[in-house]
C-alpha cells in the first residue's frame, strides 16, 4: 500500500484516509525478507484452507468479531498497529481463493445484523450459492433496511 500512496503529491495523499497513510507508512521499514515472509504466509494459509475443504463441504463462520462499531472508525480498534484483528474470519478464504457468501444470520440485541458466511470448496461457487438461498430461506423474516434521514 505505501508503494502506491509514495507514488502520490503530498495533496493527493492528503485525501487517503490517515489511519491507511499510518498503517501504510509502515512498510517502507519492512525488508525484503520480511515481506517474503509475509507473503509466504498467504500460501501456508491456502495449504490450510485446501485440507480443511478434504473433509468438509461447506464452513458457517461469523463475518467478524464485533456486530458494530464506531461509524467513523474504519474498524473495531482503530489502531493502525493492529490493522487485521477485524478480519480474522474472512482473509483466510480471500487467500485461499475459496468462494464465500456473507448474509445477514439474524440481530443483535440492539437490532444490528449479524453478519453470517458460508465458505465452500475452491470453484463450488454454485454451491455456496446455494447453500446461502437455503439458509436464507430458513433464517426466518427480516427486517426493513433503514431509511435515511429525510433532510
Not at 34 to 56: E, H, P, S, W, Y
Not at 57 to 67: A, K, T
Request: charged share 20%; net charge neutral; proline share 10%.
Amino acid at each position: 500500500m505505501w508503494d502506491d500512496l509514495s507514488k502520490l503529491s503530498p495533496e493527493e495523499r492528503g485525501k487517503a484516509l490517515p489511519y491507511i497513510t499510518q498503517w501504510a507508512e509502515r512498510g517502507a521499514k519492512l525488508s525484503g525478507v520480511d515481506v517474503i515472509r509475509g507473503f509466504n504466509m498467504t500460501m501456508a494459509i491456502r495449504a490450510a484452507a485446501a485440507k480443511l475443504f478434504c473433509d468438509l463441504d461447506y464452513v458457517i463462520s461469523p463475518v467478524s468479531p464485533v456486530v458494530n462499531l464506531a461509524p467513523s472508525w474504519p474498524h473495531r480498534s482503530n489502531d493502525p498497529d493492529k490493522p487485521f484483528e477485524h478480519i480474522g474470519y474472512t482473509v483466510p478464504w480471500n487467500m485461499a481463493e475459496n468462494p464465500a457468501v456473507s448474509i445477514n444470520g439474524g440481530y443483535d440485541g440492539n437490532g444490528f445484523p449479524i453478519g453470517v458466511q458460508i465458505i465452500g470448496r475452491r470453484f463450488d461457487d454454485i454451491g455456496v450459492l446455494a447453500m446461502a438461498k437455503a439458509f436464507e430461506g430458513l433464517r426466518g423474516a427480516q427486517r426493513p433496511w433503514p431509511s435515511p434521514p429525510k433532510t
